[in-house]
Every structure is written in C-alpha cells, then in structure tokens.
C-alpha cells in the first residue's frame, strides 16, 4: 500500500507539474513576468530569485521579497506537482502596480492570455507522447491485431481487458490485466478456443490459472449465463491476445504521438456521452473514478511492472488535459470561455462576477471530488 501510494504521488506531480510548466514556459516566451514558478505546493520552503543589482539568491520561508526582479523559483512543502503565479487572480482595478504593469497577465490581450491557457493542456498531451514513445521502444502492452508495420511482438498472451461486475469472473477476483496461463492445463493459443471452453462447460468448475505481476493464481470458477435472454454460459470476461509490441526508436517516436491522437480523440467522445447521458438523466453510464480510485488502479498497475504504469500514466495525462480544458468555471477550459466572451462583447465580463464565478466552480468540483473520493473508500472497504 506505501509502495503504491509513493507511486501515485510521483505520477500526480509529473502531469501536475508538467501543466504548470506548460503555463509557465509559454507566459515567459511571450514577454510575461510570472510571479513564481514552484515545485510542490505552498507553503513555501524557500526559493532562488534575482535581485534589483542581478544576483541570485536564496531565501527561507514564505512572505514578499522586496529586491526581488522577475520570478521566484520556490521549493514548497506540499510535494504534488507544482504551479505558476500568474497574476490571473490579481485585482486589475485596485492595484496601479498590476494596472501599468505590460507584463502582467491581465493586461494581455485575450489571445495571448488563451495561448498561455491552453499551454498546460498541450504539455500534459505532449508528455502521454512522450510516455507512449518511450514505452514502444522499451515493449510497450498492445493488442496484437492493432499493430502496424515493423512492429516486434514479444510475450505473447490471452489477457483479460475487461470484468464485468456481478459475473463468476468478478466474484472469483479477476481483474483487468491478468493473463490467463492455462484453463484446467489446457494452454490456449487462440482466445476463441478458450471463450469455446467456457460456453460449453455451464456448471463445471473449471481451473483457471492465471499470472498477475509476478504472481501465480489458481481461481476455480464456473461458468453461468451472463446477459438476459441469452442461456451462452461464460464468465463474465473480455479477453484479447496481446504481446509486447516495440518499435525501431524513429518509429516508436510517430507511434506514441499517433497513440496519442487517437486515444485523445476517443476519449473525448467517452466524455461527450457521459456529459450527454447526465444531463438526459440517464446516469453516468461508466465507472467514474476519484483520486482513491486512480491509486488503487496504479497499485494495479504497479503490479503488472513498469511499461503498464508508463501505459496507465499517459492515459492519465491525456485525462487530465481533457478535464482541464472543459468550459467550466475554475478550469483552464472556463477561463478561456471568459476570453472568448470577452472578445466578442469587446469587454471583459466584471471581475467580481468571474471571480465568483471560479471560487463557486471550485467549491463545485471540490464537492464532486469528495463525493466521487467517498464512493472509492466504500467500494474498497466493501
């Protein structure tokens, strides 16, 4: 549990901290003067800056740096990811220094304001590219009717992609992920061959062997008809052949930002449904999970070995600039839909309204993540 605790925190900083620095790289190329830029969150450990006479140092604690020039670069107490200082937050109106400052954030024009914006969302997509191409040099967990040309595929195995909840499948503890070595010592090549064993073996037991991680189960399940008006017993699994799948480095390159496209773009329409189906009161539909949920499927993760947590941590960075970049309030999203207001009013929307509008955003999202958080320790604990 430490173990997997420790890797969900490092995971979280690296997408965290990867957005900010998208926020912050940007702002700084198009002349912008951040506050700070810092590792973890406050309070403050301490930070380097510049002084008026262009010397670094260093300085302990929080609070203002009165010779400071530029930015602060901060060590901060709370080790998750990072964040930038903008100013977006600063009260344009009662400040003169915020007001007759061309560096600050406030006094850009909205283009350039949205380019800042959507810069963490870019990185966080730029880095799931990154993971993906890494992880096909290294053999990377795929499909194997998926693969494109040139690709070599080792470890050849029928693993199980899916576990339908309230099946013999569930009940026994298969999860998503475990390769099924044999069934009753049969050792099954073909996946339809294995998915024939269990339609015809309704009320026998049957010995599945399976691998996770480094483990070696052996679950007695028998197989049951699964859906209404369908007597075709099985378990309650969907299984592909998968096999490692790498790439010559030049090819793992393109690869990773395909994967990236592509699963980009699937994600955003499983998300389209889901806001769909809320809002005609349809339910969810899906499994939606909480930071609880996320560090018990990175435990699960963590378990199948380290190509699997660089697979599940692209998909998460991917997850994490869609969510980011919804139009709602508190999000990166809801401020560039303020922007793009603002440009076609031809004036900003009253500050105070948006301020409000992002702290009762906030206060809604916080509400959404405790309530998702509360429903991930029932499920554990249960």
């Known amino acids: 549990m430490f173990t997997t605790i420790i890797i969900f925190i ?8 990867a957005h900010e620095l998208g926020h912050f790289w940007t702002a700084k190329k198009l002349g912008l003067m951040p506050k700070e830029f810092g590792f973890g969150f406050p309070p403050r450990i301490g930070g380097f800056y510049k002084t008026k006479q262009g010397k670094w140092r260093w300085k302990w604690g929080g609070g203002k740096v009165d010779d400071m020039t530029g930015t602060i670069y901060s060590m901060n107490w709370l080790p998750l990811g990072g964040f930038v200082n903008l100013g977006e937050d600063d009260d344009l109106g009662g400040d003169e220094k915020v007001k007759n400052d061309p560096k600050h954030f406030k006094n850009q024009k909205p283009w350039k304001r949205g380019i800042i914006l959507t810069a963490g969302v870019l ?7 990154v993971f993906f191409s890494i992880g096909y040099m290294i053999g990377l967990p795929k499909v194997i009717d998926e ?9 050849k195995n029928i693993q199980i992609i899916q576990v339908l909840d309230n099946t013999p499948a569930k009940d026994a503890g298969l999860q998503m992920g475990d390769i099924i070595s044999s069934v009753d010592d049969q050792v099954f090549e073909d996946y339809e061959e294995l998915s024939v064993l269990a339609a015809s073996s309704v009320d026998k037991e049957l010995n599945y062997k399976v691998k996770r991680g480094d483990e070696e189960l052996n679950l007695i399940i028998i197989p049951e008809p699964i859906f209404e008006n ?8 969907a299984i592909a052949e998968t096999g490692l799948v790498s790439y010559p480095w030049y090819q793992a390159i393109w690869e990773g930002i395909k994967t990236t496209i ?35 499927m990175t435990g699960q993760m963590a378990q199948l070995g380290f190509v699997y947590i660089l697979q599940f941590a692209a998909i998460l960075s991917i997850n994490l600039a869609i969510i980011n970049y919804l139009p709602f309030p508190a ?23 948006e301020t409000f509008m992002h702290n ?21 604990w249960q």
């Not at 693969?147 to 470890?155: K, L, Y």
């Not at 369908?230 to 699994?237: A, K, L, Q, R, V």
């Not at 998300?271 to 189906?277: D, E, G, R, T, V």
Request: charged share 15%.
């Open 147 to 155: 693969v494109s040309p040139g690709a070599r595929v080792s470890g």
């Open 331 to 353: 999000l990166d999203g809801g401020r560039v839909l303020f922007l793009i207001i603002e440009k076609l009013r031809g004036r900003p929307v009253s500050e105070k309204l």
């Open 262 to 296: 592509f699963l980009t773009w699937y994600i955003i329409v499983a998300f389209a449904i889901l806001i769909k189906n809320l809002v005609m009161g349809q339910g969810a539909g899906v499994e939606i999970a909480g930071p609880v949920g996320i560090a018990n």
């Open 10 to 17: 490092i995971i979280l900083s690296i997408l965290v901290f």
């Open 360 to 380: 009762l955003g906030f206060i809604l999202l916080m509400l959404v993540v405790i309530a998702v958080t509360f429903r991930d320790i029932m499920k554990l």
């Open 230 to 237: 369908d007597n075709i017993p099985g378990i309650g699994i």
């Open 123 to 129: 990185m966080n997509l730029i880095l799931a590219a």
